[in-house]
Nanobody, 122 residues
Framework: QVQVSESGGGLVQPGESLNLSCAASGRTFSTNHLGWFRQVPGKAREFVAGISWKGEKTWYAEVVKERFTISRDNDKNAAFLQMNSLKPEDTGLYYC???????????????WGQGTQVTVSS
């Protein structure tokens, strides 16, 4: 069973960047597809980006394409989300989770970590 913990969030101004990290435990981490999701109060959690277990395939929500980059380091049991050109609408609580198959936009694990807060405001 993979367990995750997110970090790297913060308060930034529009146009700035952040790099989120996801630290995972569990022997099966390197064989799981991974994804980043985000949620704002009053709205459903939404898919942001996904990466295959080898890291050779990535996919994104349309609203973050060309601005966000997902990556992973299986040797360190870690995944990352580089976020550039941040906008106020990117504000939310960001989570990582497994993803059941390549291209999927749903979470694989039923439980979530504590998330990391990203706030984009001038």
């Amino acid at each position: 069973q993979v367990q995750v913990s997110e970090s790297g969030g913060g308060l930034v101004q529009p146009g700035e960047s952040l790099n989120l990290s996801c630290a995972a435990s569990g022997r099966t981490f390197s064989t799981n597809h991974l994804g980043w999701f985000r949620q704002v109060p009053g709205k459903a959690r939404e898919f942001v980006a996904g990466i295959s277990w080898k890291g050779e395939k990535t996919w994104y929500a349309e609203v973050v394409k060309e601005r966000f980059t997902i990556s992973r380091d299986n040797d360190k049991n870690a995944a990352f989300l580089q976020m550039n050109s941040l906008k106020p609408e990117d504000t939310g609580l960001y989570y990582c989770n497994t993803i059941p198959w390549v291209g999927a936009r749903s979470n694989g694990l039923p439980s979530w970590g504590q998330g990391t807060q990203v706030t984009v405001s001038s």
